[in-house]
């Protein structure tokens, strides 16, 4: 069992920026692909970023490459979500998900979630 928990979520104007982290229990952490995705008001869950287990591929949603970045630290059993430009339409609840297998920008194919955290942006 792996149980990942999110937090650094808030409030913060559009143009800012806000830094997620996701930190696990139970099982190591070095052997898992980590996900964010995202949740916004009515509408479906979507992939926002991943890395894979090693931390030598990175994966982006086109709506966030260029201001959304990932990183991981298997030593300290965390990842992180650095997201600039912040947008309103990135308001959404963001979750941190732990998975081991290869399509890894598919929610599917995660098998561990945390609870989420909320990011709201204002104009």
């Known amino acids: 069992q792996v149980q990942p928990v999110e937090s650094g979520g808030g409030l913060v104007q559009a143009g800012g920026s806000l830094r997620l982290s996701c930190a696990t229990s139970?099982?190591?952490?070095?052997?898992?692909?980590i996900g964010w995705f995202r949740q916004g008001p009515g509408k479906e869950r979507e992939f926002v970023a991943a890395i894979t287990w090693s931390g030598g591929s990175t994966y982006y949603a086109d709506s966030v490459k260029g201001r959304f970045t990932i990183s991981r630290d298997n030593v300290k059993n965390m990842a992180w979500l650095q997201m600039n430009s912040l947008k309103p339409e990135d308001t959404a609840i963001y979750y941190c998900a732990a998975g081991g297998r290869p399509r890894i920008r598919l929610e599917g194919e995660y098998d561990y979630w945390g609870q989420g955290t909320q990011v709201t942006v204002s104009s």
């Open positions: 139970g099982r190591s952490f070095r052997g898992w692909n």
